[in-house]
């Protein structure tokens, strides 16, 4: 089974501060994803990439940044924290090239920015 | 561009019940389509997938039938449990949109016993 591992379950920072979200998959996976979930706007692509050291702005991006060094792991990066970066944090895997391949979960990083 | 919509909810049905939870799509390639559950302090999971127009996904009771004609792509359970309590997400993946997916809003589901 594919294993994606998102290095917390939940987080405190403070406002302005940088913020690292870890995610590592164990499967070999091309393609990884950054999504937040907040209530009633369901999960929204922050970014997304394809190969190590590429990346895809999602659709809301402004705040963030990414890193791909190995293909294995896929850091978020909230460069100055802020109160409205209060969020679910999900990230995923999945196989590239092929559309039918679902994508693969962690569990989530509660993150609350005070 | 790709977008799927779903039954708002919430829905509550006591243990037994026929669920249904609606799922239409618009998409410009010819998309995959997917259902994901999301149990309380989880992540999603893949519940069950269909590629092509007819097929029929299927997993713990769960059916979809992937509606080229209506664009649809339902999640029907004959009885429901109270452990299928959870927010469910259908979604597609098109090949010309580089390997990503779009997903709908998410459909909290409770069952009562």
């Given at each position: 089974d594919v294993k994606v591992t998102q290095s917390s379950r939940y987080l405190v920072k403070r406002t302005g501060e940088k913020v690292f979200l870890e995610c590592v998959q164990d499967?070999?996976?091309e393609n990884m994803f950054w999504y937040r979930q907040d209530p009633g706007l369901g999960l929204r692509l922050i970014y997304f990439s394809y190969d190590v050291k590429m990346k895809e702005k999602g659709d809301i991006p402004e705040g963030y940044s990414v890193s791909r060094e190995k293909k294995e792991r896929f850091s978020l990066i909230l460069e100055s924290a802020s109160t409205n970066q209060t969020s679910m944090y999900l990230c995923a895997s999945s196989l590239s090239g092929m559309s039918n391949q679902p994508q693969h979960f962690g569990d989530g990083t509660r993150l609350s920015i005070l | 561009g790709d977008s799927v919509t779903q039954m708002e909810g919430p829905v509550t049905l006591s243990e037994e019940a026929f669920l249904t939870i609606n799922c239409t799509y618009t998409a410009t390639g010819y998309p995959s389509l997917f259902w994901y559950v999301q149990y309380p302090g989880e992540g999603l999971q893949l519940l069950l997938k269909a590629t092509k127009a007819d097929d029929k996904g299927s997993n713990k009771g769960f059916e979809a039938t992937y509606r080229k004609e209506t664009t649809s792509f339902h999640l029907e359970k004959g009885s429901v449990q109270v452990s299928d309590s959870a927010v469910y997400f259908c979604a597609l993946s098109d090949?010309?949109?580089?390997?990503k997916s779009t997903f709908g809003d998410g459909t909290t589901l409770t069952v009562k016993p």
């Open positions: 499967m070999d996976h | 090949s010309t949109n580089a390997g």
